[in-house]
């Protein structure tokens, strides 16, 4: 049986690619499948390229939902938290050379990835690149943030660090705050709260009496706080 293997790009909506592979034999039916994220359609010899891609747009919508069941089930990453509001993941694979991240008004974040990454799985991409959205929005609000505490209680430390900790959303060390780009994920209250609990170490190194007198003084709510972070790191 003789056989014809092309692959074709066609644009159905919106920007929507979908990229196939048509497989051509004598004897041949029409029919289309989707396995791994894989377009194939299997054609008699004698359909044209344009019928082909007729058949295409006109099953678009089934072969989009396909597509997007099997990107789906490779990440355990379904949605993420920022200023304490729970935002939706969507992806798609596009021919970018690196991984695009934009956080929309309906929330929402729209991660495009790489075709080149499509048969390793979207998993790590998707996490790094969640990672380097919380590096973003820390370094852009900590400032402001590490200001008002500032005000608030008269102190502040000689210099501050984004970086990621495995257990611990902030520490004070010499002198030096260090903030962990994933508190971005709580509520502005709450990472607040942690901003000042380091402030409070610089004249405080232990959790005594007077260092919890500041914090209830200026965070009444702080056991709820803590309670709230308890869940995924230590404090």
Request: proline residues 3%; aromatic residues 12%.
């Amino acid at each position: 049986m003789l056989e014809n293997i092309t692959r074709h790009t066609v644009i159905v909506t919106n920007n929507n690619e979908i990229t196939y592979t048509v497989n051509k034999a004598i004897n041949k039916d029409m029919y289309i499948t989707v396995q791994n994220g894989e377009v194939v359609v299997n054609a008699p010899w004698y359909f044209t390229s344009s019928k082909i891609q007729q058949i295409v747009q006109n099953k678009k919508k089934w072969i989009l939902n396909k597509i997007r069941e099997y990107e789906n089930s490779l990440s355990d990453i379904q949605s993420v938290n920022i200023f304490g509001k729970r935002y939706d993941i969507h992806f798609k694979y596009e021919n970018v050379k690196t991984p695009e991240l934009n956080i929309e008004k309906n929330y929402k974040i729209k991660i495009i990835i790489p075709n080149k990454y499509k048969k390793i799985g979207n998993g790590p991409i998707i996490e790094m690149s969640i990672k380097k959205m919380y590096e973003q929005i820390a370094n852009n609000e900590i400032e402001s943030i590490m200001e008002k505490i500032r005000r608030m209680l008269g102190i502040a430390p000689e210099d501050y660090n984004i970086e990621e900790m495995n257990k611990t959303l902030g520490k004070c060390t010499n002198g030096k705050i260090t903030i962990n780009p994933e508190l971005m994920q709580y509520k502005r209250e709450i990472i607040e709260y942690v901003v000042a609990h380091e402030f409070c170490h610089l004249k405080y190194k232990t959790h005594g009496k007077k260092f919890y007198q500041i914090i209830e003084k200026n965070f009444p709510q702080y056991r709820n706080y803590e309670k709230a972070i308890s869940e995924e790191f230590e404090y």
